[in-house]
């Protein structure tokens, strides 16, 4: 693994790792009043196309990253369904 890859994983850890704290608090709350819908499932459906993007290039980085992130994003989505 070289540099570029390594830094590829720490942005990644990053910017996914940022979800985290949304997602707990909407799960432990059951609140998502002040969720947007369309922010969320927009935003999912951009990350699964990086996720294929990735895929087709075999980087680890935005595999790992944009799978990890899609499974955080279809959690808030769901959440913001089921405590609409």
Do not use: C, R
Not at 35 to 40: A, K, Q, R
């Amino acid at each position: 693994m070289d540099g570029i890859e390594i830094l590829g994983l720490v942005a990644a850890t990053f910017t996914t790792g940022s979800f985290v704290p949304q997602v707990y608090k909407t799960w432990k709350d059951k609140s998502t009043k002040d969720i947007s819908l369309t922010m969320y499932s927009v935003l999912l459906l951009g990350v699964l196309m990086w996720l294929v993007y990735g895929s087709s290039l075999g980087s680890l980085p935005i595999i790992i990253a944009n799978l990890t992130t899609a499974i955080l994003l279809l959690i808030m989505v769901i959440l913001k369904i089921k405590h609409k």
